[in-house]
């Protein structure tokens, strides 16, 4: 599995954010939340290149940016391996522990129920 920094990953969001893109573009969507350097973004990019995580083409004087990889494929595998290291491949250690604290929303609540429900009902246990 592919690993991101957490500066690749905001890389990855910005290019999941619309692809395939131009440097450029990748740059403008990052200039809002960071405060990094072009030379910075197109060094992030090049690692990401390195790591197979995206692919390019050049276009004339441009490069042309796509992933290998779909945001929700990566954010599933990075979820099973955190809980897998950190609560033995359990979840109700994790949601226990932001109810504990208070963590969790309302809406946060409604919509783990409603996954529980629809799990439930795929499995044949629906109520």
């Known amino acids: 599995m592919i690993k991101l920094s957490k500066a690749e990953f905001a890389v990855m969001e910005a290019l999941w ?8 573009d990748i740059i403008k969507r990052l200039s ?10 197109k060094t992030l990019l090049g690692r990401l290149v390195k790591k197979n995580a995206i692919t390019f083409e050049k276009q004339g004087r441009e490069y042309i940016y796509t992933p290998t990889i779909e945001r929700d494929e990566y954010t599933h ?8 290291r950190l609560f033995q491949g359990r979840i109700a250690p994790l949601v226990s522990g932001f109810a504990k604290t208070q963590q969790l929303s309302q809406r946060d609540i409604d919509e783990l129920k409603q996954v529980i429900d629809k799990w439930e009902q795929e499995q ?4």
């Not at 954010?17 to 450029?24: F, I, N, R």
């Not at 990094?36 to 973004?41: D, L, Q, S």
């Not at 044949?124 to 109520?127: E, L």
């Open 77 to 84: 595998k990075e979820s099973s391996s955190f809980i897998q």
């Open 124 to 127: 044949g246990k629906g109520k």
């Open 17 to 24: 954010a619309g692809y395939p893109a131009k440097a450029s």
């Open 32 to 41: 809002d939340d960071t405060q990094w350097h072009e030379k910075t973004i």
